[in-house]
Structures are given as structure tokens and as C-alpha cells.
């Protein structure tokens, strides 16, 4: 299993930027895809982005293509999705997983390892 911590939500006026991180542990972080995912209260999980083991990969829900980039330090076992541009709607716990069995994006459900999430607020 892999251990991952989210960081860096909090409260943003829309328009804003924010910076997440997922650092992870307790497995060779090169070898496996991650992705972002976020839940909106009172709503479903739904994918935000995924990034390939090798960082040359990267996919993006329709939401947030052109705003937000997803990316991983290999040096230091995080990942990160910048998000610019932040919408009210972006509210929501963000989540990062680990895609440990080699599923791909679109089976992110399937997904073993998942961080606690980081709350991510996005004010009018």
C-alpha cells in the first residue's frame, strides 16, 4: 500500500489560484499512476485529472481543461494540481489516489490508495 496526504486548499475568491499537493510514502511513487478526484457536497466523487508513472501523460475532466495542471516530482514523491482560474463551482474535497494496479484514468473508482482529502473553497 501507498500513504498519501493532500495539502494546500482553503478559501479562495473566485478567479484565485490554489497549488494542491499529495505527497506520497511507502511505495516507489515512480511506478504508478495517480490521479485527482473531488466531491462537491451532497454530490458524487467525480475524476479531475490524471498523471501517467512517467509524468508524459497527463488527462483532464471537461471541467477543467485549460485550467488546471497536473503534475509529480519523482525527487519528492508528490504530485500536484495547480488550479487557476477557480470557478465557485470547484468547490469541493479534493482527493488524490494512487492507481496501484495499473487500471488507467478511466477506472479511478478501482483505485486502492486514497488520501483524506483537502478541502477546497471557492467564494463569489
Known amino acids: 500500500q501507498v500513504q498519501l496526504v493532500e495539502s494546500g486548499g482553503g478559501l479562495v475568491q473566485a478567479g484565485g489560484s490554489l497549488r494542491l499537493s499529495c505527497a506520497a510514502s511507502?511505495?516507489?511513487?515512480?511506478?504508478?499512476?495517480m490521479a485527482w478526484v473531488r466531491q462537491a457536497p451532497g454530490k458524487e466523487r467525480e475524476f479531475v485529472a490524471y498523471i501517467s508513472w512517467s509524468g508524459v501523460s497527463t488527462y483532464y475532466a471537461d471541467s477543467v481543461q485549460g485550467r488546471f495542471t497536473i503534475s509529480r516530482d519523482r525527487a519528492k514523491n508528490t504530485m500536484y494540481l495547480q488550479m487557476n482560474s477557480l470557478k465557485t463551482e470547484d468547490t469541493g474535497t479534493y482527493y488524490c489516489a494512487a492507481d496501484l494496479s495499473a487500471y488507467g484514468r478511466r477506472r479511478w473508482r478501482d483505485f486502492s490508495s486514497w488520501g483524506q482529502g483537502t478541502q477546497v473553497t471557492v467564494s463569489s
Open positions: 511507502g511505495h516507489t511513487f515512480s511506478r504508478y499512476g
